[in-house]
């Protein structure tokens, strides 16, 4: 492998049409089942779509994102404490998970799980793309693919052929993020300073500019990802959290 792989990783949105075969697509999931999970309990399942119906009745609930309908396959992948607390009553065990701290655990295995195939693909030179839109509509995505009570989606991921190269997203440098021996927290210049780079990039100008904002930071607290909005999508999400996990 390329040392440089991961200093290199792109996301990819565009896609030929060259098809990943169902048995490539089962043993990369298999080898990402062996990422690290809570208990070796795997508190998750990914559902797998392929066909041009069920990738169009998805892809309203992601914003419609092209990604979603040119991809080979969406891969949902979802907390599930379904398959676990059947087994307990199948065998005489007392499940106790109708809780915060469960779907907590769920959500750290689901997360894991995914980024690992994620890895996976992309080193068999397979472009992905996370969507941060499953836990906007996940009740409309929960319907979609038929989940039962305690299954909730967390993610989702586009696979497919990448079609050309994807450009390189820009991230933080490592100062900005590590901290050694405990938090040291951020002034107004060292916070500034961090973010510098991101700021000068010709796409960030760009993106102030269409958004006739002062600042990066106004885009994303003006447009991008608004209070409004965050209070919305957060009530939603709890709302069919609760009613799947916990009122059972």
């Known amino acids: 492998m390329d040392k440089n792989y991961f200093e290199n990783r792109r996301t990819v949105r565009r896609y030929t049409g060259e098809e990943i075969s169902d048995e490539i697509l089962s043993q990369m999931l298999a080898e990402a089942a062996h990422a690290p999970t809570t208990g070796n309990m795997q508190l998750y399942s990914v559902i797998t779509t392929r066909t041009e119906d ?109 079609d050309g190269e994807a450009p390189m997203s820009d991230r933080l440098p490592i100062k900005a993020i590590l901290h050694k021996e405990s938090y040291c927290d951020y002034t107004a210049e060292t916070v500034k300073a961090h973010y510098a780079e991101k700021e000068a990039r010709e796409d960030s100008k760009k993106f102030v500019a269409e958004n006739g904002k002062e600042s990066l930071a106004q885009v994303f607290t003006d447009v991008r990802y608004t209070k409004q909005a965050n209070e919305h999508f957060s009530k939603i999400y709890l709302d069919f959290i609760k009613k799947c996990m916990f009122e059972i």
């Not at 992601?62 to 599930?80: E, I, K, R, Y």
């Not at 404490?81 to 295995?109: E, H």
């Open 54 to 162: 069920g990738k169009a009745k998805l892809a309203p609930f992601h914003f419609n994102q092209p990604s979603v309908m040119g991809c080979n396959v969406v891969l949902t992948f979802c907390a599930d404490f379904n398959r676990f607390v059947k087994w307990c009553n199948a065998s005489d065990a007392i499940p106790g998970y109708d809780n915060f701290q469960s779907f907590m655990t769920a959500v750290l295995d689901t997360a894991l799980f995914a980024q690992q195939f994620c890895t996976i693909a992309e080193m068999r030179d397979y472009g992905c793309c996370y969507l941060g839109t499953t836990t906007y509509n996940a009740p409309q995505i929960a319907e979609a693919l038929n989940l039962p009570k305690r299954v909730v989606p967390v993610t989702t991921i586009t696979l497919g052929v990448p």
